[in-house]
């Protein structure tokens, strides 16, 4: 679902608070919290609740889902991982 989000990772609001999109709604619309929320279940708002304090700038949606450099990097695990069948 993530990939085929349309919404920006990060939204800054004109009260000078940064919001990270932390989930997703049902529908698939990005959910944000504050970015120093430090609790369990902190408060989560659709950008549409954001618009409300006045959006001052947002990050470009990610192309390729919020994994792809976790999971397509230059390196190869053969050389991170110890040979297998023989002595650690």
Excluded at 13 to 36: E, I, N, P, Q, V
Aim: hydrophobic share 35%; charged share 25%.
């Amino acid at each position: 679902m993530s990939a085929a989000s349309q919404d920006p990772l990060t939204v800054s609001t004109k009260d000078g608070w940064t919001w990270w999109r932390r989930a997703f709604d049902s529908a698939g619309h990005g959910l944000y919290a504050r970015s120093d929320a430090v609790e369990v279940c902190p408060t989560l708002r659709t950008i549409r609740e954001l618009a409300e304090f006045g959006v001052r700038q947002m990050s470009a949606p990610e192309p390729e889902g919020e994994f792809y450099d976790a999971l397509h990097h230059p390196y190869t695990t053969p050389r991170d991982m110890p040979p297998l069948g023989g002595q650690l």
